[in-house]
Every structure is written in C-alpha cells, then in structure tokens.
C-alpha cells in the first residue's frame, strides 16, 4: 500500500533569472516580455520553446527535472521517512544528458509502474522566467498529451492502484481530454475507497478554462492549493474583495463540503473552510524573503504542498504543523540552490521531527 500517490505532467523545467533577463539589451527584454503571459502559464509548440532558447542562449537555462506533482513527490521522497509514494503519468527522454524520471524515481524508491513512457515523443518542456518577483511560465506539453489515452487503455488497473492510496496528490494537464478521463478515475476511486483523501493543485491553466470535468474534481479534493491570481481567478475577483467572502462565493459557487482552500499569499498563509455552513479561517504568517535573497522560487509552492502533505501523512489533520512545514519546505527552495534542495529538505525535516514527538 502507498501512502501517497502524484498524478501530473513530467517536464523538463528550464528556468531563467531574473538577473538573467536584466542583462538582456532592452529589445530582446521587450520581446521576452511580448511572448509572456505575466505571472500565468503560456502553452507553446516547440518551434516558438526553441526560439526562446536561441534568443536567450542555452547558457541562461537551469534545467532540473520537473512538473508539479512531481515536485512535491521527489521532495517527500527525499525526506529518508517511511512515507511511500507512487507517480501516474507520461514520461518521454528530456534530451538532457544525465535527466530521466525514470532513473530518478527508482533511485528515489518512488513506485513507477504506472508510468508510461514514451519512445516517440519528447517529455514536456516547462521555461519559468523570473521577472521582478513573478514567475511565468511558457510550456510546450509534448507526450504529457497521452497521457488521456494511458489512462483509458489501463483504467482497471491504475483505478486499482489509486484505491490503495491515503492521498492522491494531482496537478493540471494542458489538454481537453485528460481532465474527463482523470476526474472518472478520480470519483471512482473516492467511491471505492471513501477515506481516501483528494489533494489538488490545479495551476492557471485548469482555473483559466474551467470544465465541467474540472469542477468536478475540484468539488470531491479535500486540499485545494491556491497562490493569489489562481485563487482571484476562482472567486472571479469581483467585489466584495476580501478572503473570506471570496472563498463563501467559491464555496457556495461550486459546491465544495470539506474542501480546504490554501491560499499561499505573499506575506501570510490562510486556509479557508465550511462549518455550519460559516466560513472558518486560519491564518499563519509567513517571513518575507526579500527578492535578492531568492535564488530559484520556481516549485516553491510545491515544496510547501510537500511539507504539507508530509504533515498529514504522518499525524493526521494537524494544520498548524502542516502549514509550520509546509513554510519551512517553502523557504528553503527559495534560498536553497537547486543542487542541495533535497538534502536540505531533509536536514529540515529531521529537526522538525526531533523537536515535533508526536509527528
């Protein structure tokens, strides 16, 4: 049995600085920033990924292995814990020397069965820009896009598979088709195994086009992760402006019961939740990293999921620890070279549990 379970896209994440994109000569700043959707996520082919990389120059690039669920999967699996942990998704060759999900994922003990990989076509490829304190991203999906078909051609086993889970963990695909076939498998799972509990990060790209199918997902998550233009974008932003009403107007909107909304905000963490048909919130403040100290912010959001999920995996409904290393797991990505992240992860989880007993 596994105790949590990824479903998402695998990409190549390439990541650019902003100290990078400051260096460039005003016109090809104005053309990065033409191709860019600020501070959302752009979907490209790769004929338009390649010009980017020409234009900034391979050099510029960071590139790691990753995707959102995948993200918080590699880092609780690189907590040297007993949580086991499995991966759903479509893996293709990055055409990165040394980069393979595979390998890594069985280096990680992270259970890869069904992970389809793909011969013919390429993973996806995710360009993060930094830019004054915002991310955007531009992606081109590659074999993400059968991942559909995967699901269909193998519903039986991997509905199987999701049942013997604690928490499913999943994250956005840019395709039409995956949602339907993902949120099927999503119901019918919760329907065979009720205490199953559903975590949710759907990204701009599900909120900016909501479904049927997405909604639908969204109304069965137990966890829904939101940083501040996903969340406006869920509560569509009009007035009354504050937190509480927009998640009452997101609550009675779409249905949610025992969701909890995450809002991961600049400076503080709110978690927002239904009883008695009243909006409870919980806040938790955040220490602010200043903009020069921040080495690599893209993934943060999910290494707080990943500190999150950790929490819950190992004591339950515990909130306030859960957000506590939820924001340890965060600050560290931040500042954190990308090289030493994961034993860093590690090292924070090991003193949190020493001085947590009963975690």
């Given amino acids: 049995m596994l105790d ?76 040297n814990s007993d949580i086991k942990a499995g991966y759903v998704g479509v893996a293709g060759p990055t055409n990165n020397s040394g980069l393979s999900f595979i390998e890594l994922m069985q280096e990680l003990s992270i259970d890869e069965k069904y992970v389809s990989v793909s011969s013919d076509q390429s993973s996806g490829l995710c360009i993060c820009i930094n830019r004054d304190g915002v991310r955007s991203f531009l992606l081109y999906p590659g074999c993400n896009n059968k991942m559909a078909d995967f699901l ?61 199918a997405i909604i639908s997902i ?31 107007r997101i609550f009675t909107r779409y249905g949610l019961q025992k969701t909890q909304l995450i809002l991961k905000d600049e400076s503080e963490i709110k978690i927002y939740g239904r009883s008695n048909q009243q909006i409870v919130e919980q806040r938790f403040a955040i220490k602010v990293i200043s903009n020069e100290q921040i080495s690599d912010s893209t993934g943060a959001g999910d290494s707080f999921a990943a500190g999150f999920l950790t929490v819950q995996l190992l004591k339950g409904i515990a909130m306030p620890d859960a957000v506590e290393l939820g924001m340890r797991f965060m600050r560290a990505k931040l500042i954190t070279p990308p090289e030493k992240l994961y034993p860093e992860l590690a090292g924070i989880f090991a003193r949190y549990r020493c001085q947590t007993p009963d975690l």
């Fill in 152 to 212: 269909q051609k193998n519903y039986q086993d991997i509905l199987l598979y999701l049942t013997k889970a604690r928490i499913l963990h999943l994250t956005p695909f840019v395709d039409d088709k995956t949602p339907i076939i993902l949120a099927r498998i999503i119901q019918a799972a919760k329907r065979k195994n009720p205490v199953i509990q559903i975590s949710c990060d759907p990204g701009y790209s599900w909120l900016k086009n909501l479904t049927p």
């Fill in 218 to 248: 969204l109304k069965i998550a137990d966890f829904l992760f939101l940083n501040r233009i996903e969340y406006n974008l869920l509560g569509d932003g009009r007035p009354p402006a504050s937190d509480s009403e927009m998640a009452d």
């Fill in 4 to 79: 949590i379970i990824g479903i998402g896209a695998l990409n190549l994440d390439m990541t650019v600085t902003n100290e990078k994109i400051n260096s460039l000569p005003p016109d090809e700043v104005r053309e990065v920033e033409r191709i860019l959707e600020y501070g959302a996520e752009r979907p490209m082919d790769p004929d338009e990924i390649n010009n980017i990389i020409k234009l900034l120059g391979p050099d510029s690039f960071r590139a790691v292995l990753g995707g959102s669920a995948f993200n918080t999967i590699h880092a609780i699996a690189a907590l």
